[in-house]
């Protein structure tokens, strides 16, 4: 068996569990958009679950998204950082969307469609950037 086999079924196992994974918390994310209750309740929050407990669950994940952008970044990950920003902009303006239902304060939605259209130039610099290094 050459050296080439178990590395490239590896890296075929690898780019599967990671597809997986990445489809079940996109699953996950579905499920909270369409039925936030159960989901909820699936994540092990006691019911009516107030400000405290979802602004940790918010905090956690941007400590793991800030972290996971400024690594991509210190690797050099520019296409990876691209795809990071170019999602990350069709989310603040999903957050511009929510907070204007619900709020409707403009200073909130202003800075969340800001920073959507920043993430979108951000994610099409770094695009280019990965380009032009290969």
Do not use: Y
Not at 9 to 27: D, E, P, Y
Not at 36 to 53: I, V
């Amino acid at each position: 068996m050459s050296v080439a086999g178990p590395r490239s079924r590896n890296i075929r196992t690898s780019r599967v569990l990671a597809i997986l994974a990445g489809v079940l918390l996109f699953l996950i994310g579905v499920r909270f958009l369409l039925v936030p209750e159960s989901a909820a309740k699936t994540f092990g929050l006691a019911r009516g679950a107030g400000p405290a407990e979802l602004g940790a669950i918010i905090g956690l994940r941007d400590l793991w998204l800030g972290a996971l952008a400024v690594l991509l970044a210190v690797l050099g990950e520019w296409r990876a950082l691209s795809l990071w920003f170019l999602l990350g902009a069709v989310v603040c303006i999903g957050d511009a969307t929510i907070a204007g239902g619900s709020s409707g304060k403009a200073l909130a939605i202003a800075f969340h469609t800001g920073s959507g259209i920043f993430c979108f130039a951000l994610g099409l610099a770094f695009w280019r950037l990965g380009r032009r290094q290969g």
